[in-house]
């Protein structure tokens, strides 16, 4: 699929289909570990009173619980309806843009985050020109937090959701060879990573001090389809902050994040 047509599809997903305030809200057991995940290992590195640009920030979810910890935050996001129901916090401005191409000047913030654009993304080129962007409206040694779908774990949820027929699709094959989302899939996906891709492309892309972490690591496939429990919850994220960095596990969870610094002297 082109990106023309994903691009059109991100657009009817998000404004008519689906509820991306519900996704890290109470569409499941998974959504509150997702969450608070994101807001620690965005909230344990960056400085207080940070100016942070969140890329494809939909309504807001990350963005108003940054700016009432007393940041700076502008949104930006390519759908309009998410882009108006941001603005309806109060808090920040939001705006709507593309994490190709943004309008801000060099070195305008601190921190940026790009929790959406990489999967939604299907050539290479794209990915870096959004990576790229990213880094270049952040100040030397500032931070870039980007998250990536790990393809292994979006075909475990694609064969359990489907009869897996006989012979085996050749597109679930090319899923894991290449990362090429399944065809007829609701979700406007447009790659799937695997974490050593990911970290190949945020180092392409200029940044330097890699992390990989899990987002909601090993219980979070078996949470998404259980209702919130508070117990369930503390056992998951005691789970992830113990395993979230190792290897196997980066492959293994719903969500994949990169963080990276841009260069400057004395970041290593
Ligand atoms: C699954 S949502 C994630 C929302 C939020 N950042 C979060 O972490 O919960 C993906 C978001 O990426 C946005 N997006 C898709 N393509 C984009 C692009 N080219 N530039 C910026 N944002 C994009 C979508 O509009 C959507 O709001």
Do not use: C
Not at 78 to 88: D, S
Request: hydrophobic content about 40%.
């Amino acid at each position: 699929m082109e990106q023309g047509e994903i691009d059109a599809g991100i657009q009817h997903y998000y404004s008519n289909v689906f509820d991306e305030d519900a996704r890290l809200t109470t569409r499941s057991a998974q959504s509150a570990l997702e969450f608070i995940r994101v807001q620690e290992l965005v909230g344990d590195r960056i400085g207080a009173g940070s100016k942070v640009v969140d890329i494809g920030g939909a309504t807001g979810i990350h963005a108003a619980p940054l700016a009432a910890a007393g940041h700076e935050v502008t949104l930006v996001d390519p759908v309009e309806e998410q882009v108006a129901k941001a603005q309806r916090h109060g808090t920040f401005p939001a705006e709507v843009g593309d994490a190709r191409q943004l309008r801000f000047a060099d070195d305008s913030f601190d921190v940026a985050l790009l929790f959406g654009p990489l999967y939604h993304l299907r050539t290479p080129e794209d990915r870096l020109k959004a990576l790229r962007e990213a880094a270049r409206v952040v100040v030397p040694g500032g931070w870039v937090f980007a998250a990536a779908i790990p393809r292994f774990i979006h075909h475990a949820a694609v064969s359990l959701g489907r009869e897996a027929p006989n012979p085996y699709p050749a597109a679930w094959i090319e899923l894991l060879e290449s990362g090429t989302p399944i065809p007829g899939g609701r979700f406007p996906a447009g790659h799937l990573h695997t974490a050593e891709e990911l970290q190949t492309e945020l180092t392409t892309a200029g940044l330097t001090a890699i992390e990989l972490h899990a987002i909601e690591g090993p219980a979070g496939f078996a949470l998404e389809q259980l209702p919130s429990d508070e117990d369930l919850l503390q056992a998951a994220l005691t789970l992830v902050r113990r395993t979230g960095h190792l290897k196997a596990i980066r492959d293994l969870t719903t969500h994949l994040m990169a963080i990276g610094r841009t260069p400057s002297p004395t970041t290593p």
